[in-house]
């Protein structure tokens, strides 16, 4: 069974400090995916990624927020200067391309819990 | 605008009940896709089932079964004859069919406490 893959599963930081969230994508699927969930509530669209581009983002990222896919296979999260507010559990996920009208697979990491000190 | 509507905050069961879990979205596309993610206490969120809108038919795997019904625009997931192991919060999803690709919506989950 394909997986998605995140590291690390836990990081602690400082308030201040810059993140990085990795996620290793199922193979052969193209669009990508980072979602958050904090504590207790619901999980929420960051941003989508296709062709090496962001194709849709949520108004929650902000400026604070990238993301790359730096070598083919990695798709990652930067959080430029952490804020308390951004502790949550934050999923990466992928699709696997089909048109309009055809179904599609989605997988979604096991996420990582961020917590900003 | 799409919407997902999960109006049981929480359920509890004694264990071998059966019980249903509500989902109800909005959408003004025509080709949509709906889940059902499982999200036990490790956090992580599980794929139980998707659903494309042009396909009705319920469908039943195991204990799970699934009634969509687009008259009414819900999803509706039965857990038949409960058992502990069922306890998360279950998040239904909606995804519309665009040209880069889905996103999906979340609905705010039910926690299903099952109880021994």
């Known amino acids: 069974e394909p997986e998605v893959t995140q590291t690390p599963s836990h990081q602690v930081t400082q308030m201040g400090q810059e993140v990085i969230l990795r996620c290793v994508p199922i193979?052969?699927?193209?669009?990508f995916y980072w979602y958050r969930q904090i504590l207790g509530q619901k999980v929420e669209f960051l941003v989508s990624?296709?062709?090496?581009?962001?194709?849709?983002k949520s108004e929650i990222f902000d400026d604070q927020f990238s993301v790359e896919r730096p070598d083919g296979s990695n798709f990652t999260l930067k959080i430029r200067s952490t804020k308390l507010e951004d502790s949550a559990m934050y999923f990466c996920?992928?699709?696997?391309?089909?048109?309009?009208?055809?179904?599609?697979?989605?997988?979604f990491g096991q996420g990582t819990r961020l917590t900003v000190v | 605008a799409q919407k997902v509507t999960q109006a049981q905050t929480e359920i509890s069961v004694v264990e071998k009940e059966d019980v249903t879990l509500d989902c109800v979205y909005e959408?003004?596309?025509?080709?949509?896709?709906l889940f059902w993610y499982k999200q036990p206490p490790s956090g992580e969120l599980v794929f139980l089932i998707r659903?494309?809108?042009?396909?009705?038919q319920n469908e039943i795997s195991g204990r799970y079964s699934w009634n969509f019904q687009k008259s009414t625009s819900s999803f509706n997931f039965t857990i038949t004859a409960s058992q502990v192991v069922d306890s998360a919060v279950y998040f239904c999803?909606?995804?519309?069919?665009?040209?880069?690709?889905?996103?999906?919506?979340f609905g705010p989950g039910t926690r299903l406490s099952v109880l021994p």
């Open positions: 959408t003004r596309d025509t080709t949509y896709y």
């Open positions: 193979s052969n699927h193209l669009y």
């Open positions: 996920a992928s699709t696997s391309h089909r048109d309009r009208g055809q179904e599609t697979e989605a997988f």
């Open positions: 659903r494309n809108s042009f396909d009705e």
């Open positions: 990624f296709y062709n090496n581009e962001i194709s849709e």
């Open positions: 999803a909606l995804s519309e069919a665009g040209n880069y690709g889905q996103n999906f919506v």
